[in-house]
């Protein structure tokens, strides 16, 4: 400290001294049995705070004077210390503590969309609604405070569901890793019926899902329906029928994007 006397290092040098004191305390209220140290023109010493939280130290009056808590792991001291000369008595050298905020990570990866990144993923801690977004894999995190309750929820995406539907952390007290979300594509369907034919019922429909090929068969009315994810290119064609000329040739569907009905076929007699 500026203000050290060189070479003296006798505490009781001054005609006259100073008498200083002040209470720790946490939420619980007075904290006993913490150590004080005290540091008087460059040399440090210690007392300890009685069962009331109060500590009392004398020094010179005059003094270059330091006062602080001693060393406490995960607990932060307000203020951090009182720097200053003592020229008259004191009774105010409070000092609070607290535990050091814990804070726990917790992430996951959302998959099954056609582009992951910039999804959104929805939270609660205690209560309190925020969001956290994906990265170019996919993956999120975000932070929650020791103890603190926290649902995840994934973001709504057209034409996709998500599993799980959340995820619920009571009372956390660890990183929490694979909060992960798989979306799947909705099941769109696309239905009409086949005209014109002197028998409509087990009349072939093809089609081809994402360029993959399928065939489905009308009923007994001449109705089909073709079940595909939201999102796909389907291409649904009739099939060729003796003796008999159809319109429309197919129905193409480059992104299906929810159910469509009435994609009828009419054959015509040649």
């Known amino acids: 400290m500026s203000c050290c006397w060189g070479n003296n290092s006798n505490f009781g040098c001054c005609d006259s001294t100073v008498t200083l004191s002040g209470v720790v305390s946490n939420a619980a209220g007075p904290a006993s049995g913490i150590a004080i140290q005290y540091t008087v023109n460059c040399r440090t010493r210690t007392v300890t705070t009685g069962a009331d939280g109060r500590f009392t130290i004398v020094v010179p009056r005059g003094a270059c004077v330091q006062v602080s808590v001693g060393a406490l792991v995960g607990v932060t001291v307000t203020p951090a210390s009182y720097s200053f000369t003592a020229c008259s008595d004191r009774t105010d050298l409070n000092f609070t503590l607290a535990p050091v905020a ?9 998959s099954g969309l056609p582009n992951v990144s910039g999804i959104a993923v929805n939270y609660s801690i205690n209560g309190m609604l925020a969001s956290a977004t994906t990265d170019a894999g996919g993956n999120f995190s975000f932070n929650a405070p020791s103890g603190a309750n926290v649902v995840i929820l994934p973001s709504s995406q057209a034409g996709f569901s998500a599993a799980p539907t959340n995820y619920a952390i009571m009372g956390i007290s660890a990183n929490t890793m694979n909060q992960n979300f798989t979306y799947t594509a909705n099941t769109i369907s696309v239905s009409g019926a086949v ?7 087990g009349i072939v429909v093809n089609y081809t899902v994402g360029g993959v090929a399928a065939s489905t068969a009308t009923n007994a009315s001449g109705n089909y329906v073709i079940n595909a994810p939201f999102g796909s290119n389907v291409v649904v064609t009739p099939s060729s029928q003796v003796g008999f000329t159809v319109l429309p040739t197919n129905y193409t569907f480059p992104i299906l994007m929810g159910d469509m009905a009435n994609q009828n076929f009419a054959y015509t007699a040649v």
């Open 102 to 110: 814990t804070t726990f990570t917790v992430s996951g990866t959302v």
């Open 195 to 201: 005209s014109g034919l002197p028998n409509v019922s």
